[in-house]
């Protein structure tokens, strides 16, 4: 189902007296949606995606990961006019899992498949997928462009699993690098890392400039995997201003509709 394009939920945004640019805000929601099919998924997709696609549209962003196999029931009733599709997989590939739903402009995407994996038949399975990162352009106003990236870091505890995101960290610092040098970005996902990923964090943080909104604004929960970091250029500035795990993502029961929580983040952004 193609979304009407309608844009409802945009703030109005306007020239600033007191700048020579425009400023607003952008609400931003990164959810993985558990979206493997029914019988692998750790949550009920095919009964809980119908469920979580009305409540995406409270967000001008978001950034989705595990929409594997559910995509039309995600997005069933969405009304954000811009929409990029997951990498559909062949075979025993699910594909990667990442989608991107924007009430602003986007520019064309391109995924990319991570260089390094851990497991095929054990942990976590993550060599069965395409995972890596989605990137394209967000355009908040006229002529007003951050470069977006949507990831989803390697699952599992073991020893290969840290080292697949070590070298999945890297590989997506190169790539923002070559492809986003002197621009801002946002990048969210499903990083993966907690307390005792601090290295493989710190590498991406640092390596591409970024900053964790989380921690930016002292938040309770530091080592929570889903995360959303940004960076400013000289042209554009972007301030986080809010972070919550959203909790309106239950059933009827109160029943989470993942088995992760959503992470929203408003971010406030200037043109300079």
Known sequence: MTPPSVDSGTPVVVPDAGTP??????????????????????????????LISPKLNAFELVAAQEDFSYHPQLVSAVTHPYIHAPKPGSGVDLGDGLAILSRRPLGSA????????????DAKNDCLTSKGFLRTTVELAPGVLVDLYVMH????????????????????????????????????????????????????????????????????????????????????????????????FVD??????????????TLSWAAM
């Not at 640019?21 to 009964?47: D, K």
């Not at 190169?174 to 986003?180: K, Q, T, V």
Request: negative net charge; aromatic residues 4%; charged residues 20%.
């Open 21 to 50: 640019g425009l400023r607003g805000t952008l609400q931003v929601l990164t959810y993985n949606v558990a979206g493997l099919p029914e019988g692998l998924s750790s949550s009920r997709p095919a009964t809980n995606t119908p």
């Open 110 to 121: 391109e995924h990319v498949k991570w260089q390094a994996c851990n497991g095929l038949l």
């Open 153 to 248: 870091a390697d699952a599992g505890r073991a020893a290969g699993d840290a080292m697949a995101r070590e070298k999945q960290a890297k590989q997506l610092v190169d790539a923002i690098a070559a492809s986003s040098a002197g621009r801002a970005v946002i990048v969210a996902g499903d990083t993966n890392m907690k307390d005792t990923d601090e290295a493989q964090l710190m590498l991406l943080l640092a390596g591409a400039g970024l900053t964790d909104a989380c921690r930016a604004l002292s938040c309770a929960e530091p080592y929570r995997y889903d995360r959303v970091m940004f960076r400013s250029s000289a042209a554009v500035t972007l301030t986080p201003t809010r972070w919550e795990v959203d909790l309106s």
């Open 252 to 265: 009827s029961a109160g029943a989470q509709l993942s088995d992760h929580e959503p992470v929203a983040v």
